[in-house]
């Protein structure tokens, strides 16, 4: 049975990495992206020990020397994979030279991939039995038998989350393996001060990743700050970060410090960092490099000692291209890039969620509610993709708790499941999948597509009851999460359940 691999990217090209990342995540695999050599070297430095390393032999037009000799000091030779263009010869025979013998040639296709990991298959079994794929985070209900469950079978979540309490009402909750990962990426930036980056959509959590990050820095016991850039035009945006002198402007009627001077030591976040103006990014990235600003009003300079943490919800590679984000701002804040998957990704945690939502709020609120929401409701709030994440999880269930009518609630969210599901269900059945290179990949291919048709066919008997569909597939209700979410499965509307399961069959049968 093939083992799970831990895989870094150190990958510049935009599009062979994110090819690289669907082929190895398609197959199940872990992956990290570097954002460059540095980053790359910082996590091998601390503990970081992939079972594959796929660097990029040198950036386009790039005059710099390779990092292989550099990712030798923490990697074995046959653990590095370069990636060349067909014109770096001279980079292939410093390659061998430094024992490092398995080379991929841009453009790289599936089957390239592919063969890269059949070959570590060997060695990483070794590993694979003694190593705790999934993460290291401290999770109680994480063992060291756990990587065996990953090898066969799709991971079972574990019984219990993991939550760390941030002060406050916030608190961070990992259920999923992407938000393991984050987690786990969070305690490696613990000794290494550095700029992060988060990315995600709006309302995934990403001030929560600040907080945690901050949290279990060497820097916890400082201020934590956030400025809102989006919610200031940008003459008070600069206020806001930089201060000002008395009469710099009408309305300054005293000195005030910024958000850069109070967050001295500590650390800012900087939420909504894709929405400012070209003109604010000049100054901030001139705050970045040296440490150093101006208040408005001021001649003097001031000397401060933050870390900075950015969060947007903008497509960064897209803004980068229209010009409306500086690329070497852009650089200077993605040391680290940590991307939040959006709440439909991980939806082995809504009930968690829902859980602690309902814990944690007034007493006086839920007085008579319950501890959770009925198990028909949350089977609805399994299905539905809240596209607004967890913000509109936590007003849902607020909603819920307030009105105490569960049936009304439990057909609001019927209601937009049906609508959803009537417009994409039928096109992405009969969408074929994309062509696939290689026996292997067929075989896989052809392996998921009969898994998801029985998965659907009992669902839809069991009148999508998942417990009972688990139990008819012998399978445990969470691995069953799993699969749901996997496979992109939802109810077809209307038509009774066998009606619906031909109907799929059929579908799948013209797709193949």
């Known amino acids: 049975m093939r083992p799970l691999l831990l895989v870094l990217t150190v990958i510049q090209n935009a599009e062979a990495r994110a090819f690289v ?5 398609g197959a199940g695999h872990r992956v990290i992206e570097a954002a460059g050599s540095s980053q790359a070297r910082a996590l091998l430095s601390n503990g970081l020990e992939p079972d594959l390393l796929l660097c990029e032999g040198s950036p386009i037009n790039s005059s710099r020397t390779s990092p292989f000799r550099e990712f030798l000091k923490f990697a074995p ?7 060349l263009r067909l014109n770096e010869q001279g980079l292939r025979s410093e390659a061998v030279e430094l024992g490092i013998n398995r080379t991929l040639i841009m453009p790289v296709t599936r089957e390239d991939v592919e063969s890269v990991i059949e070959s570590l298959a060997p060695a990483a079994a070794q590993i694979g039995a003694a190593r705790d794929l999934s993460c290291d985070c401290g999770n109680p209900a994480a063992g060291p038998g756990d990587s ?6 799709p991971p079972d979540m574990p019984a219990v989350p993991y939550v760390e309490e941030l002060g406050g009402k916030s608190f961070f909750l990992a259920a999923s393996p992407q938000m393991l990962e984050i987690h786990r990426q969070v305690k490696l930036l613990a000794d290494i001060d550095v700029n992060v980056l988060i990315l995600g959509e709006s309302g995934t959590g990403k001030e929560i990743i600040a907080q945690l990050i901050h949290k279990n820095s060497r820097r916890s016991r400082e201020k934590f700050l956030k400025v809102n850039c989006a919610a200031l035009p940008a003459d008070l945006l600069e206020s806001e970060l930089f201060g000002h002198r008395q009469g710099a402007f009408t309305g300054a ?7 850069f001077e109070q967050a001295n030591r500590g650390t800012l976040l900087l939420d909504e960092i ?3 103006g070209v003109q604010m990014q000049a100054k901030l990235l001139h705050v970045l490099q040296d440490g150093q600003f101006a208040r408005l009003g001021a001649q003097e300079t001031t000397k ?5 943490l950015a969060a947007t919800n903008v497509e960064m590679e897209d803004a980068l291209f229209k010009g409306t984000f500086r690329e070497d701002l852009f650089y200077r804040l993605s040391v680290f890039t940590i991307k939040v998957p959006p709440l439909r990704e991980r939806r082995e945690e809504i009930p968690y969620l829902i859980e602690e939502f309902i814990r944690r709020s007034p007493a006086e609120m839920r007085n008579g509610f319950g501890s959770s929401l009925p198990s028909r409701l949350m089977d609805v709030a399994l299905l539905y993709d809240w596209r607004g994440n967890l913000r509109e999880l936590l007003n849902f269930v607020t909603r819920a708790i307030v009105m105490r009518d569960a049936d009304a609630a439990t057909r609001e969210l019927e209601a937009r499941v049906a609508a959803f599901a009537a417009t994409d269900v039928r096109d992405r059945f009969v969408d074929a999948a994309p062509p696939c290179v290689g026996f292997r990949s067929v075989v896989r291919d052809v392996k998921a597509r009969t898994e998801a048709q029985m998965i659907q066919s009992a669902l839809e008997t069991f009148g999508w009851n998942r417990r009972r569909a688990a139990q008819y597939l012998n399978i445990s209700y969470r691995s069953l999460l799993y699969k749901i979410q996997q496979h992109h499965l939802r109810p077809w509307p209307g038509g009774d359940p066998q009606q619906a399961f031909q109907k799929i069959q059929s579908a799948r049968n013209n797709a193949v």
Not at 253 to 259: C, E, L, S, T, V
């Open 253 to 259: 009627i005293n000195d005030r410090a910024g958000k």
């Open 304 to 308: 401060v000692d933050v870390r900075v």
């Open 77 to 83: 030779a046959h653990k590095i994979c370069p990636i």
């Open 148 to 153: 065996a469950k990953w090898a066969s079978d």
């Open 21 to 25: 990342r669907m082929v190895l995540e």
């Open 274 to 276: 894709g929405d400012i």
